[in-house]
């Protein structure tokens, strides 16, 4: 399993962007996927995750500001992201079982 993550950048406080995680190796509607966090300085923090069957957990702070969900056409897991914070900024990465895909930069400007 190999996961690529895309979509981080450098958006202003109060605007939205999509991350996604493309998946290959396996079927992306089986199995629990994730996303995860790590600010310069801080550890790694799950941010949300979604299982199998498709229930979804967030990490308090992003609640209703994120969503996690698959795409199932594109064979990926996507981190939809509004409302974004300076404090949401970190490297974010997707992590499958023990597989971890590279980390890709969300800067959030105040």
């Known amino acids: 399993v190999q996961l690529q993550a895309s979509g981080g950048g450098l958006v202003q406080a109060g605007g939205s962007l999509r991350l996604a995680c493309v998946v290959s190796?396996?079927?992306?509607?089986?199995?629990?996927y994730a996303w995860y966090r790590q600010a310069p300085g801080q550890q790694r923090e799950l941010v949300a995750g979604i299982t199998h069957g498709g229930i979804t957990n967030y990490l308090d702070s992003v609640k209703g500001r994120f969503t996690i969900s698959k795409d199932t056409a594109q064979n990926s897991v996507l981190l939809q992201m509004n409302d974004l914070k300076p404090e949401d900024t970190a490297l974010y990465f997707c992590?499958?079982?023990?597989?971890w895909g590279r980390g890709t930069l969300v800067t959030v400007s105040s």
């Open positions: 190796g396996i079927t992306v509607s089986r199995g629990a």
């Open positions: 992590q499958y079982r023990t597989t």
